[in-house]
């Protein structure tokens, strides 16, 4: 019964697992693949150490979006598309000042 308490205490985020895998495998890269929504998300600081995460795997991140046909595409689809490059846009500044020091 005590065990079962501690676990359901205990939390574990992404950038704690990555710690640990990065840890136990020094050698390997490792890469997110997120849908858009999560992506959007990330990027947008509502994960808990979202800027560890992003740091951790390097700005790797693999990002899969529902496949719309723009002719037939609803304006969520098309706000979550534009939604998706502003955060491509933010990354890439966030990696090019990593790397301008």
Not at 7 to 16: C, H, L
Not at 42 to 67: A, P, T
């Amino acid at each position: 019964f005590r065990d079962e308490e501690h676990k359901e205490s205990i939390r574990v985020g992404t950038a704690d697992l990555l710690t640990m895998l990065i840890t136990d495998e020094p050698n390997l890269e490792f890469t997110l693949a997120l849908g858009a929504d999560t992506f959007i998300d990330l990027v947008n600081g509502k994960w808990r150490r979202s800027e560890d995460v992003l740091q951790l795997v390097e700005y790797r991140i693999v990002v899969f979006r529902r496949l719309v046909e723009e002719d037939n595409a609803s304006s969520e689809e098309l706000k979550q598309h534009d939604e998706v490059k502003e955060c491509i846009a933010k990354l890439q500044q966030r990696v090019d000042s990593t790397t301008a020091t």
